[in-house]
């Protein structure tokens, strides 16, 4: 369920803020009522009220990267210059870091140079905290 006295932003990490419930927007789409940040442009967005983006659109798909959920502090990744580092983790967490800035590497894992599903080459950096 929903803090609405805590920051919000849908799962993918648009900011999100609350405006109120009680909208109707169609069937299946309400009554929480949202202004999602699109690269600085306030979107209005329709959710259920736990934030999930509605049924009718979301298809079988349990979650969506369009569902409104609670900013957590569980990982601060600060990218500055091009660069990624991770500030802060909760304990048991690990997280991995792609950059796919690699073109002048050569493909070869001891590099640390590998290549994805989709055949782009990135080098992968892990963090863990236990």
């Known amino acids: 369920m929903l803090d609405f006295s805590k ?12 405006i109120g419930r009680g909208f109707w927007n169609g069937p299946g789409c309400g009554p929480l009522l949202f202004a999602v940040d699109c690269d600085g442009v306030e979107r209005l967005a329709f959710r259920e009220e736990d934030g999930r983006y509605p049924k009718c659109y979301r298809g079988g798909e349990e979650q969506s990267m369009w569902d409104i959920v609670n900013v957590g502090p569980d990982v601060v990744v600060i990218v500055l210059g ?19 800035d690699v073109e002048a590497f050569s493909e070869h894992p001891e590099n640390g140079i590998l290549r994805d599903n989709h055949g782009r080459l990135y080098q992968c950096s892990h963090y863990s905290c236990s």
């Open 82 to 100: 091009g660069n990624a580092h991770v500030a802060q983790m909760i304990l048991g967490m690990s997280v991995e870091i792609r950059d796919y």
């Open 7 to 18: 920051p919000m932003q849908t799962r993918e990490g648009r900011p999100a803020r609350f």
